[in-house]
């Protein structure tokens, strides 16, 4: 049978308490609400991310596209260029009507090559307006994630603080108490889900909020005061006669 003297039982109210707050802490840590903003935050800027690797890859692709179509526009301009100055050499009829009549093919073949160039640089501006706009909201999700993360890692500095002075307190509440005391308090926490002592108010027990039968009150209150009594409906440490 565990005893341990008054004060101690008394005492170790108030360790049950900080260590309460302790927990209440470590919680409110884990769980904090910008813990969510800034995971949200963070999947967002993971789908602009690859908003602006897709918009990249296509304006790339469009570029070289274009490209492309300038070069085969330059090449036909450059063989009209060349049968001009043929004809304006001179030659014999037929090659001046082959020459006119390559001339005009290469016209509209400019014309179909311009079109082309044309929709390829309309697609290629659209395609810009797109990159610059998923680049603009990678840009502003990356400053919300900064300021998000701030703020958490602010909130969590002074619950840390909070939690650094709790742990003092009960390093102080806690020296000197009855070891055996001490021993059983940390056992039942284990098992309890970390409230492992309570007080008796009248018939109830303050740890699992329920109330005792008169026999089992009368058993508590009849036991000496040093004598360490449990609750018979959770197992808890009881204290009796507990300021409230």
């Keep these: 049978m565990t005893t341990a003297p008054v004060a101690d039982q008394h005492r170790l109210l108030e360790v049950q308490a900080l260590d309460t707050r302790g927990q209440q802490l470590d919680h409110a ?26 918009a990249r890859t ?31 050499a001179g030659g014999s009829a037929k090659d001046v009507q082959a020459l006119s009549g390559e001339l005009e093919s290469l016209a509209r073949r400019t014309e179909a090559l311009e079109e082309i160039e044309l929709e390829v640089m309309e697609r290629l501006e659209s395609q810009e307006a797109e990159l610059a706009e998923a680049t603009a909201t990678h840009e502003r999700l990356t400053a919300e994630l900064a300021s998000a993360e701030r703020e958490l890692a602010s909130a969590i500095t002074v619950l840390d603080a909070e939690a650094t002075t709790v742990a003092a307190e009960r390093a102080e509440k806690v020296a000197g108490l009855d070891a055996g005391l001490v021993s059983l308090y940390e056992r039942l926490r284990a098992q309890l889900g970390g409230l492992a002592v309570a007080a008796l108010r009248g018939r109830t027990c303050e740890g699992c909020r329920l109330e005792l039968n008169p026999s089992d009150v009368a058993h508590l209150t009849a036991a000496p005061p040093e004598q360490v009594v449990r609750c018979e409906e959770c197992g808890r440490i009881l204290v009796r006669g507990a300021a409230r």
């Design 58 to 88: 296509t304006v790339g692709d469009t570029r070289r596209e274009l490209a492309k179509a300038e070069a085969d526009v330059e090449q036909v301009r450059t063989r009209a260029e060349r049968d001009q100055a043929r004809m304006q």
């Design 29 to 54: 840590r884990r769980t904090h609400p910008l813990r969510a903003k800034v995971a949200e935050i963070e999947d967002r800027l993971g789908e602009a991310e690859m908003a602006v690797s897709a």
